[in-house]
């Protein structure tokens, strides 16, 4: 579904050249879900914002579903790859009703009978019509999240990119937005790219995943070793233990 | 020995819909130990903290019954009476270092202000303590860091310099809110680390406010599990994995485990008798 080979993305040039991502490799089946974890600035989120064109320079090779990725994206890429972002209070328009937003979406992607189609949305993200004329304000994190996740649903995408989409909401509304993407994975055989400083999470989502760190992909793993605590890498140990226990030894 | 104790605590806020109570009757006493509160955002843990301080602004409304710190009550004192409180006797760490810094002053001249407000000294010691401080909450070139501005921390240094500056003046409590939640789990754990170890060394209490419930099971002493303003469950931190309120077993239930797979968490059920049951109390029986 996606493969990325030896890609590099930076910021600025000369001597304030910024290498967020070095050189990395790796590729996601189709159906499969693939983590990406790893300390704030370690680049990952960086990865995601490549693929959808929002980083400026890159070089190497992204390829989607079996196109070659170049400088721009063209509208059939972004009906098939949409991203969720991770702050719901930000993603959305303050001034745009969800009824707007989703419609809109709609339009853009070419798709007939919005009406409809904006009612369907909303009944498969657990949204009732009643939140249809609603504006961003009058909702809570997670039903905004819910929205972000319709939006990018809209134009019935084969690959979803999540930025730490739950990082922003409290631990029972993230439990049901995992158990959300979960379903829709299922129902519609989507793609999970997935970024998240929380290996917890990460273990939940994912078969597997790779770790981060300033820029390199210093191991990549299945999930099982995650629960084994078992990798190989002494960066992925670190981080591992550091997420697993908070224990002060005083 | 009681640090701090406080007696039916409300917040209170009028709004069009009439008043909304985001504290509602909240008691709990603070020795010299780590006190957590736990809760969802929304739970008023955060207005808790603030209301001690009287940080609530109008037009909200903070009542209690009373809240003592070391036989003085709060509640009574004037504004400016309040002033030598905040800071010198009880300070607070606020969430993200980003916004609670001055941005157009050098660390250095923001610590040293701080110190030079609440003490009578001279520059030169005040320099000198706040180059003490840094190094407190390990920073290793603390000369470098006094001259640079905020922009040029991370943000794990910059929560440090934070705590840094709350400890200059010598609190006897200290309210963390959400100290850690910006910052990434390596870096989290050294900033507990130091606020371990100034809690044992200097006997300071601390309140800490966190959504965090293992990291309040693993760091503090005590919890309160608040809900809707009040609060819900106290119980010893080490056995909040035994917590018998359902609100709490919720929470629990709905973190995803490493160790314990399964394909759907288990999401919360509320029930709108949780917010209507009396707070329980978080008085300690033997302070």
């Known amino acids: 579904m996606l493969d990325i080979e030896n890609l590099n993305v930076w910021f600025g040039d000369g001597r304030d050249r910024v290498d967020a991502v070095k050189a990395a490799t790796f590729s996601v089946k189709q159906g499969e879900s693939f983590g990406l974890v790893g300390e704030s600035g370690s680049g990952k989120s960086t990865i995601l914002r490549a693929i959808t064109g929002l980083a400026p320079h890159w ?33 959305l328009h303050p001034r745009h009703s969800v009824d ?10 070419g798709v007939g009978d919005i009406d409809k189609r904006v009612s369907t949305l909303l009944e498969d993200v657990g949204l009732g019509a009643r939140f249809r004329f609603r504006y961003p304000h009058q909702l809570s994190g997670g039903q905004r999240q819910r929205v972000a996740i319709a939006r ?3 134009g019935e995408p084969k690959l979803l990119l999540l930025d730490e989409p ?5 631990v029972s509304v993230q439990a049901e937005i995992l158990n959300l993407l979960t379903d829709l994975r299922e129902d519609r055989g989507l793609t999970y790219l997935m970024v998240s400083h929380d290996l917890p999470v990460v273990s939940h989502m994912c078969e597997r995943l790779a770790v981060m760190k300033s820029g390199e992909i210093v191991e990549m793993m299945g999930v099982e070793t995650l629960r084994k605590m078992t990798p190989s890498h002494p960066y992925s140990q670190s981080l591992l233990g550091a997420s697993v226990s908070h224990k002060i030894t005083a | 020995m009681t640090l701090l104790e406080v007696e039916d605590l409300w917040v209170k806020f009028p709004t069009r819909q ?16 780590r006190l957590g509160i736990v809760g969802e955002s929304g739970s008023g843990k955060s207005m808790t903290g603030r209301a ?43 969430q993200d270092p980003k916004f609670s810094l001055n941005p157009v002053m050098t660390i250095g001249a923001q610590m040293m202000e701080a110190y030079l407000l609440h003490k009578n000294t001279s520059k030169t010691q005040a320099r000198a303590k706040s180059l003490e401080m840094l ?15 905020p922009h040029e921390m991370s943000g794990g240094m910059g929560q440090r310099i934070m705590i840094a500056m709350m400890l200059i003046p010598d609190p006897q409590i200290l309210i963390a809110d959400e100290p850690t939640s910006a910052l990434d789990v390596s870096v989290q754990r050294q900033v507990l680390d130091i606020m371990d170890r100034l809690v044992t060394e200097r006997g300071m209490g601390l309140i800490f406010i966190s959504h965090d419930l293992n990291l309040v099971a693993e760091f503090c002493d005590r919890v309160l599990i608040m809900y809707a303003g009040r609060v ?20 629990l239930n709905s973190l995803p485990r490493i160790e314990d797979p399964r394909k759907h968490l288990v999401a919360l059920k509320r029930d709108d008798a949780w917010a209507e049951a009396p707070s329980v109390s978080g008085v300690k029986a033997d302070a």
């Open chain 1, 166 to 170: 739950t990082s922003a909401l409290d």
């Open chain 1, 100 to 109: 707007q937003v989703l419609s809109e979406t709609l339009y853009l992607h």
């Open chain 1, 59 to 91: 070089s190497g090779r992204i390829t989607v579903d079996g196109t070659d990725l170049g400088k721009r994206r063209d509208r059939a890429f972004y009906k098939k790859v949409q991203m969720v972002f991770q702050d719901p209070y930000a993603s």
């Open chain 2, 232 to 251: 819900v469950e106290v119980c010893d931190a080490d056995r909040l994995h035994e917590a018998k309120h359902p609100y709490t077993q919720g929470l």
């Open chain 2, 52 to 94: 001690i301080l009287r940080l609530i602004r109008k037009p909200g409304i903070v009542e209690a019954g009373h809240i003592t710190l070391e036989g003085t009550d709060l509640m009574q004192l004037s504004e400016k009476e309040m002033r030598k409180v905040r800071g010198q006797r009880i300070s607070m760490v606020m």
């Open chain 2, 18 to 33: 009439g008043i909304f109570e985001a504290v509602r009757g909240v008691s709990f006493s603070l020795g010299k130990e």
């Open chain 2, 135 to 149: 190094k407190a909450v390990s920073i290793s070139d603390p000369e470098r860091v006094m001259r640079a501005y």
């Open chain 1, 152 to 154: 990018a649903l809209a």
